[in-house]
C-alpha cells in the first residue's frame, strides 16, 4: 500500500481535477505484477494503468491482489468503471485505502466488488493519507468548495511589502521555486486586480516541470483588468469574477477568450463565498491564492481560507511596511484566527510553514 501512495504521489501534477491515485497489484506468489496512478483528466485511471502495466508484461491477473489507495470507480464518467476492470481481470481481493467521496461512487465501487465475489479489505491507515494527498478532492466532494491554500512570502516580522510597495524579492530563489511546485499541484491560482495592476504577474508554473498549468482566477470587482495583461494569456484560461455589469468591458475580455462572471454581494463587491462554490462546482480541488494585502484580508476575515503556505525570510523589514493580510483591528486577543502547524521546513534560507485554520 506503501508503494501505492507512492505511485499516486506521482499524479501530483498530473490527474486534476481527477483525485490522486495509486494501485498495485500483487500476485499469489507475493510479486509485484502491476503498478499504474491516475493520468491526466479523461485518461486511465490507476487501476486500468496496473492492469495495462501487467498486460504488457505477460503477467495473469487472475486470483491477484489489487492495493488501491481510492476506492475503484462504479461509474462510467470520462472513462469506464474500474471496478469491471477489476472484476474482468478475476482480481481475486481488493485493499482500499478510503472510499471515494464523490457521490457517483461512494461506496458502490466497494458493494460492486463484493457483489462479484470480490474480497475487500480498507486500510485505514493508508486512508488518512490518501485523504492528505487529495485533500482539495475532498473539499469539493464533501463541501463543494476548493481547498483554500494562502500563500505569502514575508520577513520574519510578517511583512511582505514595504510601505512604498516594494516586494521583490523578500525570500530566496529555492523558495520561489517551491512555491511554483505548489501552484503546479493547484487546479487554479487567484490573485486580485490590485496584483494584476501592481505586478502584472502570469501566475503560471515555470520554476518546476510539469504537464498541464492551472487555471488564472482574478478577483476583479470593477472589471479594471488590462486588455493586454499577462494573465489573460493563461494556457489553461482564464476567468475573472466581478460585480461589475459593464458590458462592453466583459465582451471585450471574453473576446480576449477570458471568462467572466458577476457574483456581487451587497455590498457591490465579488461575494468571496459564492465564488468558491462557483468554483467548486467547476472543478477547483485546491485553489492557490496569490493576493496581497486586501484581498486576502477579505478571505481571512469571511472565514475562507483553510491553510496557510508561508515562506518567511531570516530579514526584518520594521515598521511602516505591510503585513500579509488586511483585517482588524481586533480588539481582544480571543478574537485570534486560531491556527494549528502542519508542516515546517526549512527552504534555502528561508522557513516553510504550512499551518491549517483551526475550526473555532
Ligand atoms: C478510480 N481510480 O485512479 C481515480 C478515480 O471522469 P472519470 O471517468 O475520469 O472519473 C472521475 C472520477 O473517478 C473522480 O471524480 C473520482 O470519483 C474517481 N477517480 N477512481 O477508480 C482512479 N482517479
Ligand atoms: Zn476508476
Redesign the pocket.
Known amino acids: 500500500m506503501q508503494q501505492a501512495l507512492d505511485l ?1 504521489g506521482q ?1 501530483l501534477f498530473i ?1 486534476n ?7 498495485v497489484l500483487v500476485n499469489t506468489q507475493g510479486q509485484v505484477i502491476g503498478q ?4 491526466q ?9 496496473a492492469l495495462r502495466d501487467a498486460a504488457a508484461q505477460g503477467y495473469d491477473t487472475r486470483g491477484a491482489t489489487a492495493y ?16 469491471n476492470a477489476l472484476i474482468d481481470a478475476g482480481i481475486a481481493k481488493v485493499v482500499g485505502a478510503i472510499t ?3 457521490p ?2 461512494a461506496g458502490q ?1 466497494f458493494a460492486k466488488l463484493r457483489a462479484a465475489g470480490v474480497a475487500v479489505e480498507m486500510d485505514d491507515a493508508a486512508g488518512a493519507a490518501s485523504r492528505e494527498l487529495n485533500i482539495g ?1 475532498f473539499s469539493r ?1 464533501v463541501r463543494g468548495m476548493p481547498w483554500v491554500r494562502m500563500k505569502a512570502a514575508t520577513s520574519l516580522d510578517g511583512v511582505t511589502a514595504l510601505h512604498n510597495g516594494q516586494s521583490q524579492w523578500i525570500t530566496g530563489p529555492e523558495a520561489r521555486a517551491d512555491g511554483h511546485a505548489w501552484r503546479a499541484r493547484a487546479c487554479a491560482v487567484l490573485t486580485g486586480i490590485g496584483t494584476v495592476l501592481e505586478d502584472n504577474p502570469r501566475l503560471n508554473v515555470r520554476e518546476v516541470a510539469t504537464p498541464r498549468q492551472p487555471k488564472v482566477v482574478v478577483v476583479d470587482s470593477k472589471l479594471d483588468m488590462p486588455l493586454d495583461a499577462h494573465v489573460l494569456k493563461a494556457a489553461s484560461g482564464c476567468t475573472i469574477y466581478t460585480s461589475s455589469t459593464n458590458l462592453s468591458k466583459t465582451e471585450a475580455l471574453q473576446a480576449l477568450g477570458a471568462t467572466v462572471i458577476a457574483m456581487p454581494n451587497a455590498a457591490g463587491k465579488v461575494d468571496l463565498a459564492a465564488m468558491l462554490r462557483d468554483l467548486g462546482a467547476r472543478g477547483t480541488n485546491e485553489l492557490h491564492v496569490e493576493a496581497g494585502f486586501k484581498l486576502n484580508g477579505s478571505f481571512l476575515r469571511e472565514g475562507l481560507v483553510d491553510e496557510l503556505l508561508l515562506y518567511m525570510a531570516p530579514k526584518l523589514l520594521g515598521a511602516g511596511a505591510m503585513g500579509m493580510a488586511q483585517f482588524g483591528p481586533l480588539q481582544a486577543l480571543s478574537q485570534a484566527t486560531p491556527l494549528q502547524w502542519h508542516d515546517v521546513a526549512r527552504i534555502g534560507d528561508d522557513l516553510r510553514i504550512v499551518a491549517r485554520v483551526a475550526a473555532r
Open positions: 499516486a499524479a490527474s481535477p481527477n483525485p490522486r491515485v495509486g494501485c499504474g496512478f491516475t493520468q483528466a479523461g485518461g486511465p485511471h490507476a487501476e486500468v494503468m488501491v489507495t481510492l476506492e475503484p470507480c462504479s461509474h462510467t464518467g470520462r472513462t469506464g468503471p474500474c471496478c471515494d467521496p464523490n457517483q461512487v465501487g478532492f466532494m
